[in-house]
């Protein structure tokens, strides 16, 4: 079952649920934005991404920070997807990260794009 996210319900009342690539870019998301520790019973779910917005984005962060999200995504999510490229790059005050993924499920390719900073 691929629940929506943020959860919510359809129209006629009950669990939202929505395509495997959503449900997908919408786990992703949700790796990226939180942080480790944030879930109790998953303390070391999460790459800690959204709390770069404070630090001093540098390339050396952004490279450090491209193998977080890499090992992240192959601890929590391989059983669905295929790292292809975890790319992460810093401008100004802005953190982009780019990763790209084929579906286990149905060998689709996708590329999901998200920011982070001043300029997101």
Do not use: C
Request: proline letters at 2%; aromatic letters at 8%; glycine letters at 6%.
């Amino acid at each position: 079952m691929n629940l929506q996210f943020p959860y919510g319900f359809s129209a006629n009342g009950w669990t939202a649920q929505t395509s495997l690539a959503t449900h997908v870019a919408d786990m992703i998301e949700q790796l990226l934005l939180t942080s480790p520790g944030e879930r109790v019973n998953r303390p070391t779910f999460g790459t800690g991404t959204a709390q770069l917005v404070f630090a001093g984005i540098s390339d050396s962060l952004a490279a450090a920070q491209q193998q977080i999200i890499q090992a992240s995504l192959q601890q929590w999510l391989s059983d669905l997807i295929k790292v292809q490229a975890v790319t992460v790059t810093s401008e100004e005050s802005t953190l982009n990260i780019v990763v790209q993924y084929i579906i286990l499920q149905t060998q689709q390719q996708q590329t999901q794009q998200v920011s982070f900073g001043v300029s997101a």
